[in-house]
């Protein structure tokens, strides 16, 4: 809520308080975003090698309360507005960064092995821990940016300071009971470092057919000698990767003296292949999110040229995301508690549908939203009497419906596949899928803008292009993003541990 609240009005805040101009302002507040999209990579590594989740969470919530703080003061004291402002700004960047950190820590409080329901549970959990953040995000994208423009900025920026520092306490007062058992188990990279020069190194060393001679370090209850994850099981022999692993017939007393630049242990060649197959999976996340962040950029510019009239009263064309919203609570609610028992009974999966199928559900859905965009377009075109901004309502629920199914399988998939120890960093690396797909998206408005001395289909007056066009374009790339994605599923391989 405190995070919608901020960056819902934030354009209007620099433009009309600070008297920044259009394109100084949308700047500014893209930059600031761009710094929002890198620092969960950073808050990820710092989990996963040194802090723990649990401490990240404290120290992000801790900067963010205080960039909160920093932003009402700099809203409340004219002389503090312009460099206390942007102060504050980017402490919220850098805090906040909780959602790859805070969801993979939600998971970790379901207790392993006995309990044949922790699958599910953890399952639920996602949904749940993903309607709260679109809760925060209605809440805080209506009533706060109204308190905002109606009552003032001070009290507007001072409400989301006052819940962060709240936010806080709450966090806090839970520590007694957190589960903690997932350690830091020291730098990720430079694990994935030693298997790439290990593997390079042992390049003509002849690979053994026996599963048998490749090295693993040895573990006390299960656990290997290195902290935070559990033993990944051989998943077959390739020429360069595996190669890290081979014991190379050394004695033991040989073993515990070997430099891990040169041997390393069948679990850490395995994390990285775990990496490895978890990035396709991540590039088709790329287009999802250049289609899906249409909902603030062209479904808006479409809305504007749609009849907004409701009485007296103009509805504005950004007002209408709030079906977006509600719909994704809808549908968290029917997907968890409708959908997934009954899917349950076809399928035989606890989970109703495996991770990889509840994504590709959401790409079919989303490919659905962007032809409706585009058919209404047309539609709008063809008509003499303009529609109703309204009729909008059907593509935005379908956008909310998709996002339920990719979005929040998405941080499922890459908790549950990414190996123990990288779990916050892969968190955070599934998010820098939407940076790249913001990127694309503004690439690809770029190209469609350009027609050489003819208005392209974006024009600045909408009227005179082919926004259609444009529609029918995301709607290909769709189609072909999840055609790639079938293939990719297809090939793709869970991963296997130790229990």
Known sequence: MAYFGVSTNLV????????????????NVTNWEGTGSIAPLVAGYLADAFLGRYWTIVLSMVISAVGYGVLAASASVIRLESAALYAGMYLVALGGVLEPIMAPFGADQFDDGEDDQRGRRQSSFFNWFYLSLNCGSLVG??????????????????VPAIFSALSVAVFLAGTATYRR???????????????????????????????????????????????????????????????????????????????????????????????????????????????????????????DTLDRSLGRFKVPAAALSIFHTLSVILWVALYDRAIVPLARRVTRHDGGFTQLARMGVGLVILTVAMAAAGALEAARR??????????????????????????????????????????????????????????????????????????????????????DYFFWLLTALCVANFAAYLLIARWYTYKKTVD
């Open 12 to 27: 209007n805040y620099l433009k009309y308080r600070l008297h920044e101009g259009s394109k100084s302002a949308a700047n």
């Open 141 to 158: 994208g209506t009533v706060l940016v109204w308190v905002q423009t109606s009552v003032g900025w001070g009290v507007g920026y001072g």
């Open 181 to 303: 058992d997932q350690p830091p188990g020291g730098s990720p990279l430079t694990r994935i470092a030693q298997v790439v020069v290990a593997a390079v190194r042992k390049f003509d060393v002849e690979i053994p057919s026996d599963s048998s001679m490749l090295y693993e370090s040895d573990a006390v209850d299960g656990m290997p000698a290195i902290h935070g994850r559990r033993r990944l099981l051989h998943t077959g022999i390739e020429r360069t990767r595996s190669q890290a692993g081979i014991l190379s017939f050394l004695t033991a007393g040989e073993k515990a003296a070997q430099s891990p630049w040169r041997l390393c242990t069948v679990t850490q060649v395995e994390e990285l292949k775990c990496v490895l197959r978890l990035l396709p999976v991540w590039a088709t996340g790329i287009i999802y999110a250049a289609a899906y962040t249409q909902v603030t950029t062209t479904f808006i510019l479409q809305g």
């Open 382 to 467: 063809r008509l003499i009497a303009r529609p109703s901004v309204f009729w909008q309502v059907p593509q935005y629920a379908v956008v909310g419906a998709s996002e339920v199914f990719t979005l929040i399988g998405q941080m499922e998939f890459f908790y549950d596949q990414a190996p123990d120890a990288m779990r916050s960093l892969c968190s955070a690396l599934s998010s820098t899928s939407f940076a790249l797909g913001d990127y694309a998206s503004s690439a690809l408005v770029v190209v469609a803008a350009r027609r050489g001395g003819a208005p392209g289909w974006i024009p600045d007056d909408i009227n005179r292009g082919h926004l």
